[in-house]
């Protein structure tokens, strides 16, 4: 195989703002068909396509087409999960947007569809693949930090004029908007607990940490927002975490609650022997304390999302150059009938935490332990 003809299925902004014109960019890729239920949003979508790109209203028709090997799914519902399984298990390859899923149903049932079937499935996660991720994994891996105590990660995205959609022309908008759309309905942004957003946070502090979740129990503030009472979820939720290695970690999230604009991640990692942070804002720096090294305090580092050794083509992929790096490694795999480095194992490892964490908050707030998706079904 040289190419990979691939349905991208969902066309929203995601999808034909990034996906559709990396996929024509990147050699590997073919884009045969496209699929939305909503049709408003099939031609911009195939703007610039071939003419013979294939358009599709049921995904079921996608899963039947002999002329596709591949989905890229990048649809934002709550059956996402169960979609990504559906394709597996009807012999595509499966390239999925975050979340993977928004239940430990579904997320055994991608794990169970990948085992069974063989093809590939990557979750197209992209911050694990920036710079200054590379570099605090090398620090931890060498020992630089000592034992890993603790960590942090939160996605505070301000993302109000996506809250709400026109059902008729797939149009966005938000809650000040909303009483010149009498049809407007809540987008998957406003639909599912803000927690289960979690993916670009656990997936590059997991890698860092070379470790997985075993335990969470999550806190969040009343429905509706505060800030904007016609959105219908939490400003912001919390989850507490443990894991395997015994680190203790908290993650947040939030998309209603007011935000600097395009400062939406943070991280920090406190060892035994020193500590990592990044920039609180865009005018800060990253920064980096050892113990063992006379540092009398944290120290600016020149620490970045784009990688210093990112090719050509990787520049203004989208995402500080990461988005580019989703797409080679899913299409590697194919071409060489393997599994990618970030594998299925991993790419739940990303979801399953934040789901449970959603449940801990609708019980109370009570300790949940997260399952091994690495056992055998009839370990579970």
Known sequence: MNEIRVAVVGLGPRAVGSWIPLLRRIPGFRITAVCDPLTALHEPALAGLDERVVTYARYEDVLAASEIDAVALTVRCKEQGGMAADALEAGKHVHAEVPAAHTIEDCWRIVDAVERSGMTYQLAEQTRYWGFVDAWTDL???????????????????????????????????PDALDGHPDGRPTWTQRMPPIHYLPHELSPLLKVLGDRVVEVVGMGTDQPSKAHPRIDQSDLQVALMKTAKGTVMRLAASFANPHPDGNWHWYQVIGTNGRVEWGRGLRDRPRLWLADAQMHDLADVDWRLQRTDAPREARESGHGDADYYTHVAFRDAVFEGRQP????????????????????????????????????????
Do not use: W
């Open 140 to 174: 931890v891996a060498r020992g630089r930090l000592g034992s890993i105590t603790y960590a942090e990660g939160q996605y505070f995205h301000y993302h109000l004029g996506g809250m709400f959609a026109d059902p008729h022309t797939g149009e966005q908008f938000g």
């Open 341 to 380: 480095t970030f594998d299925v194992y991993q790419a739940m490892d990303t979801a399953a935490p934040a789901i449970l964490a959603a449940e801990s908050i609708a019980n109370g707030s009570v300790p949940l332990s997260v399952p091994d998706f690495r056992c055998h079904k009839e370990n579970r």
